[in-house]
C-alpha cells in the first residue's frame, strides 16, 4: 500500500505532530558525535523527558535541521562536508553559541565515540572543532527524512576474531539509523575484498532508497545468521532482570539492579553487537580510574555524591568482577538470541585479581563455650526481650543452616526424638538436606521448646518478639551483634583471645564445619550436612582444623557430646564486698572510746579482716599500698552520708569519731548477735514441777 493509500492519512490543513528522535538518531542522521549533541543539546531545542542528573533527551528533527541551517548559512548548501575558501570565518566561530563538531578520527576496528583506555574516566575522544573556519559542517537539505539519511549513508567494514573462526560484517548508516549486518565467515568463502564489495552494493541500495532489512534467520544457510538490527544493551538488560522478577529471589534481582546501576551510564547506548573485547576491558580500566577519583575525593574530605546525597565510594576489585560478570550474563542470553555472535565477556583475563580474605570461624572451644555463655547471659538480662539467642547461636554453630534457612525453620522440621533437623528452604539443591542434631544442640532446642510460646508444627521455631519472621538484618542487628560484643568481654577476663573479626551467621556455618571433622566425619560427610556441591571449601577446612592440636580437637568433641569442659584458667577471686567493712570498723572505734585516727583503724582492720582477705585484696598497687586500703576510704565516705562517722582533719592522722547514730547502729548489731536469755520459772511452776 503506497503513502497516500493510507486510511488513516490525517488531514493535510492541520499542523503535523512532530515526531521527537533520540540523540543517537540525531548523530547519525547528520553525521555528528552523539557526545557533541549531548553538550549542545540546548541549542538544538532538546526536550527533556523525565527528571534526574542524567533525563531522557528528545529532538524535533526539523526543528534541529533548522538550527543547524541557521548556524552554518552563511556558508551555502553547497559547501557541506568540504572546506569552503569563500565563507566567512565570523558566520561559523563569531556567532553566539555556535554549535561544535567534533569530527571523530576513526582507526581500524575502533568506534568514534566509544570511550578509549586512558582517555579519562568518561573515555573521551579528542575531536575537531568546527568553530575553525577551514572546517564545513555537513548539514543535509530540509525535505524528506529519508532522503536526508540516505544522502549521508556510510558504512565500514568490522573483522571479528569469533570462536568458529574469523568473521566479517558490516556498519552502515540507512534511513536514519545505525545498522549491523553479519556477512560470514572465512571458510564461507568472505574475504575483506568480498566484504568491501558487499558494502559498495548495500550503500547503493541505501542511496536509492530500496534496501530493506533483512529478516532474522534468511539467506544462505553456510552464512553466519544475519540481523536486521541489535537491541541496545540498556533496554534488553532491563527487559531480562524484569523478566526474572518472581522468578529468582530478591536478593538476586536486587544486585542485578546494582549491576545495571554502573553498567547502563557506560553501555546503555551501545548495541550488544558493538560490546566485544576490547570494550569490556575500556570499562574495566574506567571502573578503576572512577574508584582511585572516588577515593581521593574522600582523603580531601570532599566526596563526590549521588543525586540523593549519599557518599559514592570506591569499588573493589571484587564488586567490579561482579558487574562484569552481569555482562557475562547479559551477553550470553543474547548470543541465545542470536543478537550477537560471542561472548566478549567471558575468560579471567576480562577481571580484576582479587585478594582471597582468610576464613573466618571459631575452632577453639574456649571461643565457642564464650559465646553460648554470653548468648545466656543476655538471655537472663531484663533489659533484652529477646530470650531465645542461645538457641540461635548453638544452632548456627552446631548445625550450620543458612540465615534464611534459620528464619524460616518451624517445628516440624525439628525431630528431637530421633536427632534429624530438616532443611528445606534452602537457595540450591545441595542445600535440601537433612542434618544430625548433635547433643548439645538438643539439649538447648529441648529447653527452647518448652519455654517458646508457640511450639506447634507450623509455628517458627525463632520467631521475633511480635511473633514474625526475622530476617537477615535483625538477626544481625538483634541477636547477633549484642552476642558477640558480650563474648569479647568474657574471653578477655578470661585471658583468651577474642573473637575473629568479621563474624557472620554465614561464618558460623564454618565453625560447624569444624565441628563436624572434630567428631570424626569424614569430607563427603561433611559437605552433605553443610550443603556445600563444591568440596574445595570443605577441604580446606578439614586440612586447617587437622593441623590443630588434637588436645584441641579433643575438648571440642567433648563439648560436642554435651560436656562442658572449661578451657580456660578459672576467674580469679572477687575483692571482699566494701559492705562487709562497715560494721569492723564500727567495733574498732567504739573498743577505743569511739574515736581514733585513720592510721589505728587500718591497722586493726587488718587482722579483724585477715581471714576474709583474697588474694587480689593483699595484691600490691603500683602506688604502694594493698589493693584493699583504698577501699576503705570508699567505705568512710559511705559511713559519713549515712551519718554514722564523723572526720577531723586530712591525712593520714586525720581523727574517726563515732557520733550517736553510730552507736545506736552498733548497739541494734550488737542485739542481733547476743543469743537470747533462758526463761525464768515462776515459784509457781517451780512447785509444780517438784
Known amino acids: 500500500m503506497s503513502f497516500d493509500e493510507r486510511p488513516d492519512e490525517p488531514d493535510p490543513g492541520l499542523p503535523k505532530e512532530p515526531q521527537l528522535i533520540s540523540a543517537a538518531e540525531v548523530a547519525g542522521r547528520w553525521g ?8 549542545h543539546a540546548e541549542e538544538l531545542g532538546a526536550i527533556r523527558l523525565g527528571a534526574g542528573a542524567r533525563p531522557r533527551l528528545r529532538f524535533d528533527p526539523e526543528a534541529v535541521a533548522e538550527r543547524l541551517g541557521e548556524l552554518v548559512g552563511g556558508c551555502g548548501g553547497e559547501a557541506r562536508a568540504r572546506p569552503r575558501d569563500d565563507c566567512d570565518s565570523d558566520s561559523l566561530s563569531g556567532r553566539s553559541g555556535a554549535i561544535v563538531r567534533r569530527q571523530a578520527r576513526k582507526r581500524p576496528g575502533r568506534r568514534a565515540n566509544a570511550p578509549r583506555p586512558g582517555a579519562g574516566i568518561g573515555g573521551a575522544t579528542k575531536r575537531l572543532s568546527i568553530r575553525s573556519p577551514h572546517v564545513a559542517l555537513p548539514i543535509p537539505p530540509p525535505g524528506d527524512e529519508r532522503k536526508s539519511a540516505v544522502a549521508k549513508a556510510t558504512g565500514e567494514v568490522k573483522v571479528r576474531e569469533w570462536k568458529s573462526g574469523r568473521g566479517y560484517a558490516l556498519r552502515f548508516s540507512a534511513y536514519g539509523k545505525r545498522r549491523y549486518l553479519t556477512l560470514g565467515f572465512e571458510r564461507d568463502g568472505w574475504t575483506r575484498e568480498r566484504a568491501e564489495e558487499e558494502l559498495a552494493n548495500v550503500l547503493a541500495d541505501v542511496r536509492r532508497g530500496i534496501w530493506t532489512p533483512p529478516r532474522k534467520g534468511s539467506g544462505d544457510e553456510s552464512e553466519a545468521p544475519q540481523r536486521a538490527e541489535a537491541p541496545l544493551f540498556g533496554a534488553f538488560a ?110 579471567r583475563r576480562r577481571r580484576l585479581p582479587e585478594r582471597r580474605p582468610a576464613p573466618v570461624h571459631l575452632d577453639t572451644t574456649g571461643q565457642i563455650e564464650a559465646l553460648l555463655d554470653a548468648a545466656a547471659e543476655l538471655d537472663r538480662d531484663p533489659d533484652w526481650s529477646c530470650r531465645e539467642r542461645q538457641a540461635i547461636v548453638g544452632t548456627l554453630v552446631f548445625a550450620g543452616p543458612r540465615a534464611h534457612e534459620l528464619c524460616a525453620m518451624r517445628w516440624r522440621d525439628v525431630d528431637l526424638a530421633n536427632g534429624r533437623l530438616l532443611v528445606g528452604a534452602s537457595k540450591t539443591d545441595a542445600g535440601l538436606r537433612e542434618i544430625s542434631i548433635l547433643p548439645v544442640l538438643r539439649d538447648l532446642l529441648a529447653a527452647h521448646k518448652v519455654a517458646a510460646y508457640r511450639s506447634g508444627p507450623e509455628d517458627l521455631v525463632f520467631p521475633t518478639a511480635t511473633g514474625g519472621r526475622r530476617d537477615a538484618d535483625n538477626l544481625r542487628n538483634r541477636v547477633l551483634a549484642p552476642t558477640f560484643e558480650r563474648a569479647d568481654k568474657l574471653l578477655e577476663r578470661r585471658g583468651l583471645v577474642p573473637l575473629p573479626k568479621g563474624l557472620t551467621a554465614h561464618k558460623l556455618r564454618h565453625t560447624f564445619a569444624s565441628v563436624l571433622i572434630a567428631c570424626g566425619e569424614d569430607p563427603i560427610s561433611v559437605m552433605r550436612q553443610i550443603g556445600h556441591a563444591d568440596p574445595a571449601f570443605t577441604l580446606r577446612v578439614y586440612t586447617h582444623l587437622m593441623s590443630r592440636d588434637p588436645a584441641e580437637r579433643k575438648r571440642l568433641k567433648a563439648l560436642v557430646g554435651g560436656e562442658r569442659v572449661i578451657a580456660c584458667q ?44 583474697s588474694e587480689r585484696d593483699l595484691e600490691a598497687l603500683p602506688s604502694g599500698p594493698l589493693r584493699w586500703q583504698p577501699r576503705v576510704g570508699k567505705v568512710r565516705i559511705r559511713l559519713v552520708g549515712r551519718g554514722w562517722l564523723a572526720v577531723s582533719g586530712r591525712g593520714p592522722g586525720c581523727e574517726w569519731e563515732l557520733t550517736e547514730l553510730g552507736w545506736a547502729k552498733l548497739r541494734r548489731e550488737e542485739k542481733k548477735t547476743k543469743p537470747d536469755p533462758p526463761d525464768r520459772m515462776s515459784e509457781t511452776d517451780l512447785a509444780v514441777a517438784a
Open 32 to 39: 555528528i558525535g552523539r557526545r557533541w549533541v549531548y553538550e
Open 238 to 347: 532491563r527487559e531480562l532482570v524484569a523478566g526474572r522478577r518472581g522468578q529468582v529471589s530478591e536478593s538476586t534481582t536486587t544486585h542485578a539492579e546494582w549491576a545495571l546501576g554502573h553498567l547502563v551510564p557506560y553501555f546503555g547506548e551501545w548495541e550488544l553487537g558493538e560490546i566485544d573485547i576490547e570494550a569490556v576491558d575500556a570499562y574495566r580500566q574506567h571502573k578503576v580510574q572512577e574508584s582511585e577519583v572516588r577515593a581521593r575525593a574522600i582523603e580531601r574530605g570532599r566526596p563526590v555524591r549521588n543525586d540523593h546525597g549519599q557518599t559514592l565510594r570506591p569499588l573493589s576489585p571484587g564488586s567490579i568482577n561482579r558487574t562484569i560478570s552481569f555482562i557475562q550474563w547479559v551477553l550470553s542470553v543474547a548470543l541465545e538470541y542470536g543478537h550477537v555472535a560471542e561472548n566478549a565477556a567471558v575468560g
Open 570 to 613: 578459672p576467674p580469679p577471686p572477687e575483692s571482699v564486698d566494701l559492705a562487709a567493712y562497715e560494721l569492723p570498723i564500727l567495733r574498732i572505734l567504739a573498743e577505743r572510746g569511739g574515736r581514733a585516727s585513720r592510721s589505728e583503724v587500718l591497722a586493726a582492720l587488718e587482722g579483724a579482716m585477715a581471714d576474709r582477705h
